[in-house]
C-alpha cells in the first residue's frame, strides 16, 4: 500500500502557508483561506504560455528557421485561440518598437565635438 505523503493535500496547499508565512516565526499563525492561490489558477497561464512557445517553435522548424520572433508568437496565439490577446499585444509591441527606433536614432546622431584649450593664459 502506497504511502499518502501529502495526507489528502495538494502541494500547493503544502507550500503556500510555507512561502506565505515565512516571514513569521509563530507556527500556530494561520493563514486565511482567501489568499490561497488554487492549483489551476497557478499552473494554467504557464501551461498555455508552454503552449503557445512551443508552437511559435514547430512554425520556426518548419520554416528551417532558429529564433522565435514576435511574429511567430502572435500566429501561435491566433491558432490556438488566444485571438482576444492579439490586439492589446500587437498594440504594445507597436509601441515598444517605436520607442526603441526613437532611442536608436537618438543613439545615432553625430556626436558634437566640442574643443576644450588646455592651455593655460
Known amino acids: 500500500m ?11 496547499d503544502l507550500v503556500t502557508p510555507l512561502v506565505i508565512g515565512s516571514g513569521r ?4 499563525h494561520r493563514i486565511p483561506r482567501q489568499t490561497y492561490m488554487r492549483e ?5 497561464p504557464i501551461a498555455n504560455v508552454i503552449r503557445i512557445m512551443l508552437e511559435a517553435n514547430e512554425r520556426c522548424h ?3 528557421r532558429k529564433t522565435i520572433t514576435p511574429e511567430d508568437v502572435l500566429y ?3 491558432r490556438l485561440g488566444f485571438e482576444n ?3 492589446p499585444l500587437i498594440f504594445f509591441m507597436n509601441k515598444h518598437q517605436a ?3 526613437e532611442r536608436n536614432s537618438r543613439r545615432a546622431e553625430p556626436f ?4 576644450i584649450n588646455f592651455v593655460q593664459s
Open 2 to 12: 502506497p504511502i499518502d505523503l501529502y495526507k489528502g493535500n495538494t502541494i500547493t
Open 25 to 28: 516565526n509563530d507556527p500556530n
Open 62 to 64: 518548419q520554416e528551417h
Open 99 to 101: 520607442q526603441e527606433m
Open 85 to 87: 490577446y492579439l490586439e
Open 76 to 78: 501561435a496565439m491566433e
Open 112 to 115: 558634437t565635438r566640442r574643443t
Open 40 to 44: 489551476q489558477d497557478q499552473y494554467v
